[in-house]
């Protein structure tokens, strides 16, 4: 892998200021649109959005051993807070999302939304794959209208939100297309106008840019902040992409390798917009890579089983 972290100078320490929610200085907030589902009016610093105490998960194995994927993660996501995960494959990082979603149990500990325990999936959280899982026979807008139909809208809301949420990521010429019919990074707003024409409080996105080529992320971040700023939704993040977690993210939490715990927390209040080529972007990288280097180390070591400690080197642009 690239060694180009050793070029910069040493890093500046990530600005902490929690108090002021970084996308209030300088963010693309509403941009003139009639309908803002829920107006911007600060992070709240009070009641947890999202509350994982202490998590437990393991899984059975196919040899029926039991194998510990998340220990006693304990994380507090406020109201209209960006929070990206990163950490090793393996670490447990969508694991830890299926849990919020709902999709799975976890061994012990609890996970409250909104004061409320997480029985099982619940239309105010919604997960966003890599893999978009489009209907290739429906087009864009019967995509977009699929989930607000499982979730018992007329069609008068359905039509209304479709067209709000298609405009929302510049996609409503492009309505009646069908999904084969579009790039990759426009099938991908298609995923996110869909998750969010469904109105779920908290999203939950796996990886969701990491097969797009370098133009088309960029722009959906800008896309991506510019909604979540626009709709004031609390928004989970997991990427591989350390640059990626500071663009975006108002906190990044990184994980141990197996088992999963939080190693650490990092406020991120640099001023946005923010640009993965910016260099306090790359120096508040380098401290976190520092310590995600460390764990994807280990990871080799145990995937490997190898008597010589293998090192791996990782470039600020991870
Ligand atoms: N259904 C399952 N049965 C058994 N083990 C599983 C299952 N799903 C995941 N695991 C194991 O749990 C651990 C965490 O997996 P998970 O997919 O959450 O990691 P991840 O951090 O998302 O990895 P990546 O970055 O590669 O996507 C891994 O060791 C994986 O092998
Ligand atoms: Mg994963």
Same mark, same amino acid.
């Given at each position: 892998m690239s060694t180009n972290s050793q070029n910069l100078a040493a890093p500046l320490p990530i600005?902490?200021?929690?108090?002021?929610?970084? %996308?209030? @200085?300088?963010a693309r907030v509403?941009? &003139? %649109?009639? @309908?803002?589902?829920r107006p911007f009016? &600060?992070?709240?610093?009070?009641?947890?959005k999202v509350a994982l105490s202490d998590i437990c998960l393991s899984y059975r194995t196919e040899r029926g051993e039991r194998l510990l994927?998340?220990?006693n993660i304990n994380l507090q996501v406020r109201a209209g807070e960006f929070l990206c995960i990163v950490g090793p494959s393996g670490c447990g990082k969508s694991t830890l999302l299926h849990l919020i979603a709902g999709l799975h149990q976890q061994t012990s500990g609890q996970i409250l939304v909104d004061g409320n325990r997480v029985q099982g999936p619940g239309t105010d959280r919604l997960l966003i794959f890599q893999?978009?899982?489009?209907?290739?026979?429906?087009t864009v807008g019967q995509n977009v209208e699929f989930g607000m139909k499982m979730k018992g809208l007329c069609k008068a809301e359905r039509e209304e939100n479709t067209q709000y949420y298609l405009r929302l990521v510049h996609l409503l010429q492009f309505k009646?297309?069908?999904?084969?019919?579009?790039s990759g990074g426009m099938r991908q707003r298609v995923a996110l106008a869909r998750a969010l024409a469904t109105e779920p409080d908290v999203l939950l996105m796996d990886?969701?840019?990491?097969?797009?080529d370098a133009q088309t992320r960029d722009l959906l971040h800008d896309e991506l902040e510019r909604i979540w700023a626009e709709t004031g939704r609390t928004i989970i993040f997991v990427t591989h992409n350390v640059r990626e977690a500071i663009r975006l993210g108002d906190r990044v939490a990184l994980l141990t390798f197996?088992?999963?715990?939080?190693k650490r927390e990092f406020p991120v209040s640099l001023?946005?917009?923010?640009?993965?080529?910016?260099v306090h972007v790359a120096h508040a990288a380098r401290e976190i890579l520092h310590e995600l280097r460390e764990e994807i180390n280990r990871s080799l070591e145990v995937e490997y089983n190898v008597g010589v400690k293998p090192h791996v080197t990782i470039g600020a642009d991870q």
């Open positions: 600005p902490i200021d929690s108090s002021v929610p970084a %996308r209030v @200085r300088g509403n941009s &003139g %649109r009639t @309908r803002l589902l009016a &600060g992070v709240s610093t009070e009641v947890a994927a998340l220990d893999e978009l899982g489009l209907f290739p026979w429906l009646d297309s069908y999904t084969h019919q579009l990886e969701p840019f990491a097969a797009l197996r088992p999963g715990r939080v001023p946005r917009p923010r640009s993965l080529e910016d």
